[in-house]
């Protein structure tokens, strides 16, 4: 039962007011926009690491494509730079020849370019070395052979003719 003396009721709520306040409201937006920049550029650099990730296996494959093509020799065996691809000009190609501590071999280097407009993003490089025989080495030896079998040649026809006399 209710008591004489007390006229009002007490409220149900103690001090605490069923909304939210402007600082609450504040923090949170701020911890969202926070949340969001990282996220964006999380995303970036995930899209970046991706295009970079495949112009430097292209890179690989026209590399090794080059130095193949030089090995078989269709590609001459001379010093080039700078010499762009016949399918994309934005890729260009450079060869290097140097000398190793054996003579019979030397140290062919191709490497392969991208670069673009487009800053930083789009500029890769990739350099593959390899050991090849030098072919003066054989054109020495297949002239001497060539030589060899003249002289060879030429003493076995004298021998022959002084046998029938």
């Given at each position: ?127 593959m070395r390899r050991w090849l025989r030098d072919p ?13 079998q003249t002289t060879t040649s030429t003493t076995s ?9």
């Open positions: 039962m209710r008591s004489p003396f007390r006229l009002v009721e007490p409220p149900l709520w103690k001090g605490t007011p069923a909304g939210l306040t402007l600082l609450e409201v504040v923090l949170a937006m701020a911890i969202l926009f926070g949340s969001l920049a990282v996220l964006s550029q999380m995303a970036w650099n995930g899209s970046r690491a991706a295009v970079q990730g495949q112009l430097m296996t292209q890179a690989v494959l026209r590399c090794e494509a080059k130095l193949a093509e030089v090995a078989s020799g269709a590609v001459p065996l001379q010093a080039t730079s700078n010499t762009a691809f016949a399918d994309d000009p934005q890729w260009t190609w450079s060869l290097a020849l140097g000398e190793t501590a054996f003579p019979e071999l030397m140290l062919v280097e191709v490497t392969v370019s991208h670069s673009s407009g487009y800053g930083s993003l789009g500029n890769v490089s990739h350099t003066a080495i054989y054109e020495v030896a297949l002239e001497q052979a060539a030589q060899s026809s004298s021998t022959s003719t002084l046998g029938s006399r």
